[in-house]
């Protein structure tokens, strides 16, 4: 019984790994990030006749910025009861049943209580189609940044990915340091980011010139004198 017991703790485990695809969102509606080459992998699985879906920030090579975490998440399914955002809950086909970090159940930590359904607030998904949203209530949580993000959505459900330029299967924002965020998405993202993030380094020919600039003009005060 003891070893039963221990399989299917192992089960609930090693389920979502085992039935996981990836899906690169890398799309980012802000200049600097989308030259970054920070990138969010999500994948999906199915546990206990439930989809779930995972997503994970990772940094790229030209990365300048520390993320501090994702705040929401929008995806975009077939047949999902829910008409819009404020529809997605527990009990609705498509709709979140739980949010946990690391795994989901055993070895991980349940933090469905600081997620919440976003009714459209200050990051509506603009352009995202049928994507319903959850909003993390700590804004200096690390959520998908140092841990894996799962998503346990209610019932059996097909995550859609039409094709549509104005439209993803995945989005996320993702907040940085220094005031900095970002949507980012296996699409087109619409939504407005922050602006700047200032990670841009100057070209080294403009670096050149500023250089020569200053040389020349030191020369010349040189020779007043």
Known sequence: MMIKSILGMLLVLLLPLGQAHAIILDNWDDVDLDGSGDYINV?????????????????????????LGIDTVFYNCVD????????????????????????????G??????????????????????FSSRKGLDSAGTDGIDNVLYFLLNGSVIFEDNG????????????????????????NTQEAGSGSCGMTVPEPSIMWLLGSGLLIMGFAKRKKA
């Open 109 to 130: 930590t349940d933090v469905t209580a600081s997620w919440e359904t976003n009714f459209g607030g200050v990051t509506p998904g603009g352009g995202f189609g049928e």
């Open 164 to 187: 549509d330029p104005n439209s993803s299967t995945f989005a996320a924002h993702v907040r940085y340091e220094d005031d900095c965020s970002g949507w980012v998405s296996d699409g």
């Open 43 to 67: 994948e999906t699985g199915v546990l206990n006749g439930d989809t779930w879906f995972s997503l994970q920030w990772q940094a790229g090579a030209d990365n300048a910025l520390a993320a």
């Open 80 to 107: 999902c009861s829910f008409t819009n955002r404020k529809d997605d809950d527990a009990t609705t086909l498509g709709g979140v049943k739980a949010v946990w970090l690391d795994a989901i159940g055993i070895g």
